[in-house]
């Protein structure tokens, strides 16, 4: 905890999940035991929804800060390429000097997240010199080596980070994203993440499933997951079940077997639910639900639901864990190729 004894929470958001925000607010703040410093980094949120997240905190007894996204073009000097993401989400290689100085341990939350219990024991968990803790996010080998890692370094997924910002300040962590960032700049697949699980392997502490639920996990068994995602490195059965079955933190990640995400129209009821009892107490509790527009989804899951289910498992399970990262592989190769020459 800081000096005031509050857990500090950090979330990145723009005007379009804004409403989703909300609503992981409200799973916090209804969940929490102890005094919250909330800290949302903003990128162009109009002073209705500045309103709106103030109104929710003052109303739970938490306090709420906010921080405008930095301008990266000019940091850079170059637009950066954040692929389908918003700008926001690189803001979270850059926490360390965004937030005050006197603020030494952060927890990171996607805005797509929702809190199941008091997060105590997560906030305290001892990192062990790492300089944070992630949930491990079941991916086939190849995402780690195409990033020039090894077989074994395991691939984490970045929306829930427990932060040492002490560590994070003295190895000069923003200093090495900073020339990750140039070096890749439009090449990976989820940028963020990459970057986050190639520049600091070996210095995340791998945390249990259950603070990181994410869809894939809660959709499939773990036999059909180790199917689909063919891990080299995963948690045991036991765990993922301990996961699924006492989720602290449900994060709701893209998957095309569902509709969408659960404030679109039409989400599976029975998974959704996590979001909509939050929702319903909410101040966006009035506002409709989203149309899922995703083509790409909407066909997918018409595929694999027309094939028997363990053909389509491996189906697109070879998609996600070898089509997808061997044509990321010949991309970089290519890249670097040419980043060389031009150096």
Known sequence: MDKQGKLNAL????????????????????????????????????????????????????????????????????????????????????VSSMLPPEITRVLYLDCDTIICEDLGDL???????????????????????????????????????????????????????????????????????????????????????????????????????????????????????EAKNNPAIVHYTSFFAFNGRPWNKGYDEFDGRFFSCYRAISLVRDVPLRVNWSNWGSRSRILFSAMPRAVSLRLFGFVHSVLKPTVQYFALKRYKKAFRNEF
């Open 11 to 94: 979330y990145a958001t723009d005007e379009g999940f804004v409403e989703v925000l909300i609503v992981s607010l409200t799973s916090l703040f209804e969940n929490s035991c102890r005094p919250i410093r909330v800290f949302v980094i903003e990128d162009g949120l109009s002073q209705k929804s500045i309103n709106m997240l103030e109104d929710l905190a003052t109303h739970y007894c938490q306090e709420i800060e906010f921080i405008k996204i930095p301008d990266y073009s000019s940091m850079f000097g170059r637009v950066i390429d954040a692929k389908r993401y918003a700008l926001s989400a690189f803001s979270r290689l850059f």
């Open 123 to 241: 906030w305290n968990t001892d990192l062990q010199g790492a300089v944070m803790g992630a949930v491990n996010d079941c991916r086939s080998y190849r995402y780690s080596t195409n990033l020039g890692l090894s077989r074994n370094d395991v691939y984490f997924n970045s929306g829930v980070l427990i932060i040492d910002l002490d560590l994070y300040r003295k190895e000069g962590i923003e200093e090495r994203f900073a020339a990750a960032i140039f070096e890749f700049d439009g090449l990976l697949e989820f940028p963020d993440n990459d970057l986050i699980c190639r520049e600091l392997a070996g210095k995340i502490k791998e945390l249990h499933p259950r603070y990181n639920l994410i869809s894939v996990v809660r959709a499939l068994s773990v036999s059909e997951l180790l199917v689909f995602r063919n891990p080299d490195n995963y948690y045991s059965s036991d765990l993922v079940e």
